[in-house]
Nanobody, 127 residues
Framework: QVHLVESGGATVQPGGSLRVSCAASGNIFSINDMAWYRQAPGKEREFVAAIRLRGLHTYYSDSVRGRFTISTNNPKNTVYLQMNTLKPEDTAVYYC????????????????????WGQGTQVTVSS
């Protein structure tokens, strides 16, 4: 079993930066891939970014590529999402997720591939 806890959500101004974190505990050695999703009010949950803990390959949605960076720490028990040049449309609850098996590249953005989820952290971009 894997337990995920997000933190770092806040209100920032457009153009600002923020880093959110996801701390994993439990059977962390079973985790292969981790991802960030977000859900805005009235919208479906959408893929943001993913990282392979073995090999550290990263993947991004078109809407955040070039502005957001996903990374992990050396023990690989925490995953970060550095968000730069934030826009009002980035406002959402950001969720961390983890998969115990390696997700094929073509399915990396599919939420059903991730068995473990955190409770989310609110990011609001507003002046």
């Amino acid at each position: 079993q894997v337990h995920l806890v997000e933190s770092g959500g806040a209100t920032v101004q457009p153009g600002g930066s923020l880093r959110v974190s996801c701390a994993a505990s439990g059977n962390i050695f079973s985790i292969n891939d981790m991802a960030w999703y977000r859900q805005a009010p009235g919208k479906e949950r959408e893929f943001v970014a993913a990282i392979r803990l073995r090999g550290l390959h990263t993947y991004y949605s078109d809407s955040v590529r070039g502005r957001f960076t996903i990374s992990t720490n050396n023990p690989k028990n925490t995953v970060y999402l550095q968000m730069n040049t934030l826009k009002p449309e980035d406002t959402a609850v950001y969720y961390c997720s983890a998969s115990g098996s390696q997700v094929i590249v073509s399915a990396i953005a599919l939420a059903r591939m991730y068995a473990f989820w955190g409770q989310g952290t609110q990011v609001t971009v507003s002046s």
